[in-house]
Each structure stands twice: as C-alpha cells, then as structure tokens.
C-alpha cells in the first residue's frame, strides 16, 4: 500500500481481539461474486500491492472480466506473502543473490540493496541420502554422512540466514518442507506492516521453488511452484507477472470408500485431469464431497498438481481448515485472525456455485486402491492390474517374464525374476503428511508381523517421514516396532526415494541391473524415467500400506488379487489378510492425533543439531567465494547476461533433437553422478574422490558441476545420436560427443546453438538448473511442439528464447534432422510484447536445401519481454535495484 492517508478502493478496518487490521474486502469489487475463491485471492492480491490505485483497478477489472467469462485473462502482478524453498533449488536462488550483492558492490552500489522482501523459509530437506537403512542407527548414520557430505553447502546457508534479513533456514533433520509448511507455516490469514506503519491483514499466499509447494492448497493457502529464478525475483520484492488463470471447477461429489487412501485419490485426480488438459490452469475443488475429506488428505491431493500439470488444486478454506488449524497448534491470535479474515472476506457463507471455465464431475466413491507406473505418474492402474501392466511393459523393453538371475544375500542365493524390486520405499511429500496412510502403513506392518512374515533381503527398504510428528505419531501408536522388523526403520527425515536418494542397491541388485529389469515401490509423487535409480527400469507410485505389502513379496510380477505375497508361520499371507480395516485406522487417528503431537518451538524447529551449531560461517555483507570449493562457486549468469532489444538467432546449431514429454528431470542433473561423466571428470580434476561426489542436487552451488550435467539423464533420448544418455553430435567435427563437449567446441566456434524437442517440453519438477544448465551451454533457443508453463517462464528468465512450432507442425513433420543450421527472423522486445508475435526460422541443410517454417514467439507478457531484453531476470532486477537507489540519491 501506499504512505497516503487517503485510503484505497476496497480498503477497510477490521478489528480482531482489540487490535485493528486494514484489509481489502473484496465484495466491494463490482462482479466479484460470481469469482472462484482463487481468483478472490488474486484480486485481494492486485488490490493490496498494486502500486498504483489505478493499476490495482486495472488488474481488477482484468481479473473479473476474465473470471465472469470463465476464460484466462490479460496479464496481472501477484505478489506472495512468503516464499518456500528447499535446498536443492534454495541454495543456487542464495548462491545467486550472493553474486548480486557482489555485482552490485562493482558497481559501487551497497551490497545490502540486494536482500528479500518479504518472508522466506528454506527447509535443508533434499540433502540427506538414504545410504544407511534397516538398522537403529541408520537415521543418526545418514545424518552424519549428510553432514560430512555438505559441510561447504550448509556453511554458506548459515551465512545466509545471519547476512539476509527476512531469511529462515530450517537445519537438516527437521523434515520436509511441503509437510513443515503445511504443519507449521500455513495460516491461512496473514499479517504484516504497511509502508504507512499501519497494521494489514490478507490471505496467506506463496510460491515455492518445489513444484510441489500447492501442497499447501489444501489448507485453503493458494500456493504454486516457480522456478529458483522466479522465486529469487518474488523474493526481491519483484512481482510475478502472470495471465488471469482460467479456473476449473472440479465438482466433488461422494466419499472415499473404505480401504482407499488419500494416494489413490490423488493418483486417480492426476489420470482424470491430465486427460482434460489443465496446464496452467486452477483447479477448484467444490461441492457436498468435499467435506468428507479431512485437511490433510486434500493436501495429499493437492501434493500432485504438477502431475497433471494445472498451476494449483485449490480447497478453498473452510471450517475443516480452521479445525485443522487448531490441531497444528496455532496461537491463538493466529487462530482468531484466520476465522475473522474469512468471514469478512464472506467465505465462510455459503455462496452460489461460481463462474468456472468449465466444471468437471468427480465421485469419490468412484476410486479404488491404485498404483501409478512404470514411469508417468498419471498412468494410473487398479492394484488387481499391476502385473499386466508390468508385463506389457516388460515386453516393450524387449525381455519376458521367466528368466532368472542369481543373486546371494547372507550365504544363501536367490533366484529373482524380471519385476523383483529393488527399492521399496515409504517416503515423504505425497503421502506421510496424511496420518491415516502413515497408521495403515504401520498397521500392515504390525498384521504382517503378527503372521509370520520375514522380509525378503534383496529389498532395499526407506522410512522417511515428512515430519518428526509422523515419528511420534507411528510411536505412540505402537508401530514402529513392527515397521522395524520388516526393515523399514527410521533412517531420515527428509526428501528421499522421491528424488532419487535411495543411495546405491545393494551390490548383489547392482550386479545384475544391467540384464534384470528392476522395479521401485514408493508412496511418492514421481516416477519418471532414471529418477529414483539408475538401476531401477520400472517405477511404481503407490499408498505407503502398498510398498510395505510389495516388499514382502519382492517383485511386482505377482497376481495380488490371487497370488500371495508371501508365507507366514500358519500358511499363504494374501495381500487382503494385510490391508488393516478403515474403522481401525479412523480410531487411531481420533485417538493419537492432537495438538501435542505437533508441539514444538520455532526455536526448536531452526536450532539444528550438534554439527550445524558447530558449522563455521563467514560473517559480512558479501560472502568470501572459496576458489577451492567444488560445492559453491560465484555463477556468471550476470557476466555473460546478453542485454539487447532485439534478438534473433543467427547459424545455429542443434545440441539435441528431442521427442515428446521430455521433462526437468531429462534436462537439469539430479540423482548421483556417473563416473563416467563430464561432471566426474571436473570433480577429479579437483582433487574430489569418487566416493565423495554426492549428488547432482548437492553441488546445485557449483554451476560447474552443473553445467557439465545438464542433459546427461541416462534415459534421454537425442535423435542425433544411436545412444542414450548426455552425447550428441559435435557441431564443428561431425563426431559422436558429449553435450558438454560438443557445446564447448560451438563456443569456441562462436556457434549458437537451439535445441528441437516436441510436446510438452519442461515438463515435471520445476528445476531452475534446467534453464540455468542450458543457458551456460550457449543454448540461445528452444523450439519446440508446446511448452509447461514454469519450464517456458524459466527459459525465458534465463535469456532464452522459447519458440514454439505452429499447431501440426515439428521436427518430424518438417523433415528436420537436427545436422541444419538455423537462423530465424528478428523479434523486437523495445515494447516488451514480441514484435512480431510470429517470425521465420530457416534451417539450411548440409547440401544446401533450405527449410523455412513459422513459429510463435512464447513470450507472453509484457514483463517476460523486459527479462529477454535485459539478459534474464537476475540482471534486470539487479539494474532495478541499482538505479532505484541511484535516483533516491540524486533526488
């Protein structure tokens, strides 16, 4: 808000427990009724941070029009109240404001010019590597590993939280930062100074830079994922620019069954939504079934959004929110603002169905128990299919079911079959955030136990629970115990399987990896190709009780609705003798869960332990870059940033010629670094052992490593060359190359270069490194079939430019192979628009035969323009700042 005592459209008081708050009431907007709740949000957004009252009317007025249409609108600002991030993507966003304090000291500028502006909390979640498992000691031993591991890392984020204001970083250990989030930072309603002083209220709003951060949308917090590079911006006070999103209403109408979890909900709403086609829109969830569902089970929901890929799946707040509110064990004051901020906002009443784009009809009653595999996790499956489905895509690899492979555990060999799994894990994010799943889980367990059952050795199993809370709960309930002695023991809280840090199999399955093909089981959220393992082929998403039954039985080449999974001391144990009753589940939970199972101080929350209290940090305004680290390294984003209004690509070459679907996780390195790898060979070079290379997402401070791992997933497929994995064509030689290399042989070529790929590219996790990584490659272009909406936002706040072939048209159809050299029409961005919206793209082939095709140029909004202009987003918010405060001093 502005400083002026004149008070603003729609601008209030609101008096709660005898302090007053300003608040912006959104029925005071003309046509505001017939709006999704979401879009209420929004509005109340534009009308609060607008930096103008004619600009907030304007945006307003964009926002109704839009929502009363049922349609996207024109471009607006939002602006979130805090912003979440967790390591793996909050360390290089830190990284690069370190660089910018640096960069604005060069220019003489004060280096403290650079800092957040609003609330930011980073949860050190991704770090920690399931190495040590089954035994009492493996979450003690993973968290000394992890410390050892990250000592670099972890010291420059303890200078960061004591150098930036506004920062909170929650130490290792504590948990993950979707289900922290919504156990101890969601409040529904916040509140925070004015410029004038004055006290305002508004919905508690966030972007995250974890895709999965709308989590936090179903506890009524409107919440999405953006890239690293967004989100450093957002943090920096820079707003979001963004289209008025059309809105979805999904009408809920029934109630989940007994036996059927949160998981398979939410796997059946990614099957449902992904057929609709929801990129980039909300989803919004009303109607009588919505009800039925308790907070954290709509937050399990919700937890899936980017597998169907819309921007959030939005529960708008209600009485079950404030319920849940109460048990998280928020004050009071807390408590009372939420309730008073609702109801005068009127969303508490009941209203009449609101204007939605279009309203999709959903009966819980209608989901069964599911799985989702072998590597999307919208492909969902009934249990009673999981074996056809193994098979048929046994079968498309080229191998069948009846081979067998020798492997020994502890003297004794075993002979496994295609399907046997090699990691079977109970991870957190999607599912350990829901106490219902976590109780059967334990109860499967226990009943397992009680019967006899002995876990199979080849299975590597993994505990990782979301929250200390989801350990006491599992405690007090009795059930640790028996999780234990199936192996499933306690080794971490953090992100694990999900992400790919399972840590190696065991060395008999690694042995045999490379002619078995072996599956994962894990209650998590992805299951892309080569993200959980490299070993693993095939990856099953299921509820928690499912992956402690599947380890039972070793393989997923099973007939679990005839077969049984195993045997115990009194005979056959079928999977239904396992699956624990509902009524038994709802009993422990009214039982168990309660305000003191989440009780605990912030102090507590970011203390840390021993080893990073005793973590040494630099002190001072910039940060003292060690030349010696292979962890974290001043990027040069803003030394090789390209600044001009005008862009066009001139004889460029292709890195990679790409198919459909290829996601983040093809693009940005993640998971453990091949030996064989540019990136291991840089680590080598620096003296860094290969026992001690960690991860991809480890080293995301050393843009390096990272560079060199951009594009090398092992399953990508480059159509320039036979093999899979990081390699491609060189552009000057002709020769079979690395990405790595054959980018560094263009540069040296002063070659530009594009990249050719199909539908949907950037799709999954949003991973800035993906745009980051091929930025620092001197990829100037993307063309592609279409694009995920983070992906094509990343792009371009890395300078790239992302164009998109013209529907019906790609590589294939226009007989493109990639050996082209391409060149394309200029594009103006002096108005920030694109100008032309459309341009030429020449591709000349080696005999002289020259293609020419159309393409739209994806930069839709003004802001995205003024980014591609300045280089990025980093410098053109740098050079805001700068010349902010030189023409304060001047004035």
């Known amino acids: 808000m502005t400083s002026s005592q004149e008070p603003r459209f729609a601008e209030k008081a609101l008096l709660v427990d005898g302090t007053e708050y300003r608040y912006f009431d959104v029925s005071e907007v003309p046509g505001s009724e017939a709006l999704p709740v979401s879009l209420k949000i929004l509005l109340e957004n534009v009308l609060r941070c607008a930096r103008t009252p004619d600009e907030a009317r304007v945006f307003a007025s964009r926002i109704v029009e839009a929502g009363r249409d049922g349609r996207s609108g024109e471009e607006i600002e939002f602006m979130p109240g805090r912003?979440?991030?967790?390591?793996?993507?909050?360390?290089?966003?830190?990284?690069?404001?370190?660089?910018?304090?640096?960069?604005?000291?060069?220019?003489?500028?004060?280096?403290?010019?650079?800092?957040?502006?609003?609330?930011?909390?980073?949860?050190?979640?991704?770090?920690?590597?399931?190495?040590?498992?089954?035994?009492?000691?493996?979450?003690?031993?993973?968290?000394?590993?992890?410390?050892?591991?990250?000592?670099?890392?972890?010291?420059?984020?303890?200078?960061?939280?004591?150098?930036?204001?506004?920062?909170?970083?929650?130490?290792?250990?504590?948990?993950?930062?979707?289900?922290?989030?919504?156990?101890?930072?969601?409040?529904?309603?916040?509140?925070?100074?004015?410029?004038?002083?004055?006290?305002?209220?508004?919905?508690?709003?966030?972007?995250?830079?974890?895709?999965?951060?709308?989590?936090?949308?179903?506890?009524?917090?409107?919440?999405?994922?953006?890239?690293?590079?967004?989100?450093e911006a957002a943090a920096l006070g820079q707003p979001i620019t963004m289209m008025v999103p059309a809105v979805v209403g999904l009408r809920l109408t029934g109630e989940l069954r007994a036996g059927v979890s949160a998981m398979d909900a939410a796997l059946s709403f990614a099957e449902l939504l992904r057929s609709r086609g929801v990129v980039g829109k909300i989803v919004e969830c009303f109607g009588p079934g919505v009800a039925s569902l308790t907070a954290t089970q709509r937050a399990t929901i919700a937890n899936m959004t980017p597998e169907y890929g819309c921007t959030a799946t939005f529960f708008p707040p209600d009485a079950v929110t404030l319920d849940?509110?109460?048990?998280?064990?928020?004050?009071?004051?807390?408590?009372?603002?939420?309730?008073?901020?609702?109801?005068?906002?009127?969303?508490?009443?009941?209203?009449?169905?609101?204007?939605?784009?279009?309203?999709?009809?959903?009966?819980?009653?209608?989901?069964?128990?599911?799985?989702?595999?072998p590597s999307r996790p919208h492909d969902r499956l009934g249990v009673a299919g999981l074996q056809a489905r193994f098979r048929a895509s046994l079968a498309e690899h080229g191998r069948?079911?009846?081979?067998?492979?020798?492997?020994?555990?502890?003297?004794?060999t075993h002979a496994l079959g295609h399907g046997a799994i090699g990691i079977a894990a109970v991870t957190s994010c999607t599912t350990a955030?829901?106490?219902?799943?976590?109780?059967?889980?334990?109860?499967?367990?226990?009943?397992?136990?009680?019967?006899?059952?002995?876990?199979?050795?080849?299975?590597?199993?993994?505990?990782?629970?979301?929250?200390?809370?989801?350990?006491?709960?599992?405690?007090?309930?009795?059930?640790?115990?028996?999780?234990?002695?199936?192996?499933?023991?306690t080794c971490g809280w953090g992100c694990m399987s999900c992400i790919g840090n399972s840590g190696s199999l065991f060395d008999p399955m690694h042995r045999i990896a490379g002619e078995c093909e072996l599956v994962s089981v894990l209650s998590g959220n992805r299951n892309f190709e080569g993200r959980i393992s490299p070993d693993i082929v095939q990856n099953y998403l299921c509820a928690p009780a499912l992956v402690v039954a599947l380890s039972l039985a070793g393989t997923v080449d099973i007939d679990l609705e005839r077969e049984p999974l195993c045997s115990g001391t009194q005979g056959p144990v079928m999977l239904a003798d396992l699956m624990p009753d509902a009524s038994e589940v709802e009993q422990l939970r009214r039982s168990?869960?309660?305000?003191?199972?989440?009780?605990?101080?912030?102090?507590?929350?970011?203390?840390?332990?021993?080893?990073?209290?005793?973590?040494?940090?630099?002190?001072?305004?910039?940060?003292?870059?060690?030349?010696?680290?292979?962890?974290?390294?001043?990027?040069?984003?803003?030394?090789?940033?390209?600044?001009?209004?005008?862009?066009?690509?001139?004889?460029?070459?292709?890195?990679?010629?790409?198919?459909?679907?290829?996601?983040?996780?093809?693009?940005?390195?993640?998971?453990?670094?091949?030996?064989?790898?540019?990136?291991?060979?840089?680590?080598?070079a620096h003296g860094v052992d290969d026992a001690d290379f960690n991860t991809y997402g480890a080293r995301r401070g050393n843009h390096e490593v990272m560079m060199r791992g951009t594009f090398a997933n092992i399953r990508l497929k480059n159509k320039l060359v036979e093999r899979t994995g990081g390699w491609t064509v060189d552009p000057v030689t002709g020769e079979e190359a690395t990405i790595f290399d054959a980018s560094e042989s263009a540069r040296r070529a002063h070659h530009p270069l594009v990249v050719i790929a199909g539908k949907m590219y950037g799709s999954g996790s949003s991973r800035d490194w993906a745009a980051k990584g091929p930025a620092l490659l001197g990829v100037r272009a993307i063309i592609a079939e279409s694009?995920?909406?983070?992906?094509?936002?990343?792009?371009?706040?890395?300078?790239?430019?992302?164009?998109?072939?013209?529907?019906?048209?790609?590589?294939?159809?226009?007989?493109?192979?990639?050996?082209?050299?391409?060149?394309?029409?200029?594009?103006s961005l002096a108005q920030g628009l694109p100008e032309p919206m459309t341009t030429s793209v020449r591709a000349r082939a080696e005999d002289g035969t020259i293609t020419e095709?159309?393409?739209?140029?994806?930069?839709?909004?003004?802001?995205?323009?003024?980014?591609?202009?300045?280089?990025?987003?980093l410098p053109y918010v740098l050079d805001g700042l700068v010349s902010r405060r030189a023409t304060a001093h001047s004035s």
């Open 592 to 684: 168990l869960v309660s305000q003191s199972l989440f009780q605990g101080s912030d102090d507590d929350l970011f203390r840390g332990d021993e080893s990073w209290s005793a973590l040494d940090a630099s002190r001072g305004e910039t940060f003292s870059w060690d030349d010696a680290s292979t962890y974290v390294r001043r990027p040069t984003f803003l030394d090789d940033a390209l600044r001009s209004d005008s862009i066009a690509i001139e004889d460029a070459r292709c890195l990679a010629l790409l198919g459909d679907f290829i996601t983040t996780d093809h693009i940005s390195p993640a998971g453990a670094i091949d030996p064989s790898s540019s990136a291991a060979s840089y680590l080598r």
């Open 433 to 489: 955030t829901d106490p219902d799943m976590m109780l059967a889980c334990g109860l499967v367990a226990r009943r397992a136990v009680e019967l006899g059952c002995k876990p199979v050795p080849w299975v590597k199993k993994v505990l990782a629970p979301g929250s200390h809370a989801t350990t006491e709960l599992l405690a007090r309930a009795g059930l640790l115990e028996p999780l234990d002695e199936l192996g499933f023991t």
């Open 83 to 231: 912003v979440l991030f967790q390591d793996f993507t909050g360390v290089p966003v830190f990284v690069d404001f370190a660089a910018m304090r640096d960069a604005a000291s060069g220019r003489g500028a004060d280096p403290t010019l650079v800092n957040p502006q609003i609330p930011c909390v980073l949860v050190v979640d991704h770090s920690v590597t399931a190495d040590v498992v089954s035994c009492s000691e493996a979450a003690r031993e993973n968290a000394r590993i992890e410390a050892e591991r990250n000592a670099e890392r972890f010291s420059f984020l303890k200078w960061s939280a004591e150098s930036f204001q506004n920062v909170s970083i929650v130490p290792p250990g504590r948990g993950i930062c979707h289900q922290l989030n919504i156990e101890r930072f969601c409040t529904v309603a916040m509140s925070g100074a004015a410029p004038d002083g004055s006290l305002c209220a508004y919905f508690d709003t966030l972007v995250g830079t974890d895709s999965h951060t709308p989590t936090a949308n179903g506890m009524g917090v409107l919440g999405w994922g953006v890239g690293g590079i967004e989100a």
């Open 853 to 873: 095709f159309s393409v739209r140029v994806r930069v839709d909004t003004p802001t995205e323009g003024a980014y591609l202009a300045s280089g990025g987003i």
């Open 400 to 412: 069948h079911a009846g081979d067998r492979f020798e492997v020994s555990f502890g003297g004794k």
């Open 324 to 373: 849940q509110l109460d048990t998280f064990g928020r004050t009071k004051t807390e408590r009372s603002l939420a309730r008073a901020y609702l109801e005068a906002q009127n969303l508490l009443a009941d209203t009449e169905t609101p204007v939605f784009s279009e309203i999709v009809d959903f009966d819980l009653g209608s989901v069964e128990p599911s799985l989702a595999g």
């Open 787 to 827: 694009f995920e909406r983070i992906h094509r936002s990343n792009l371009i706040g890395m300078g790239i430019l992302p164009l998109e072939f013209m529907p019906g048209e790609g590589a294939e159809t226009l007989g493109l192979t990639g050996l082209e050299t391409y060149s394309s029409g200029a594009v």
